[in-house]
């Protein structure tokens, strides 16, 4: 299974599922975090954490442990 914490800088992205539970997942999607939405990896920080992402038209800073509960393709 690849997440979105394994996806390198530079490449795009497609969010498969979005695990979690509860208040967690809500808050990823509530981001714009779906199912089927492409992401391209900006860049990230220095120490990993976090990362920075373009997303339906903006951009979201995502720390590594909402990012590794994000499967993509």
Do not use: C, Q, W
Not at 27 to 32: Q, T, V
């Amino acid at each position: 299974m690849k997440t979105l914490k394994t996806a390198r800088v530079g490449e795009t992205v497609t969010v498969v599922k979005v695990h979690g539970e509860g208040a967690i997942k809500r808050r990823i999607m509530d981001m714009g975090i779906t199912k089927g939405v492409e992401i391209y990896i900006r860049k990230v920080a220095p120490l990993g954490d976090p990362f920075e992402l373009n997303l339906r038209g903006y951009e979201l800073s995502l720390r590594k442990a909402d990012a590794e509960m994000v499967e993509v393709l």
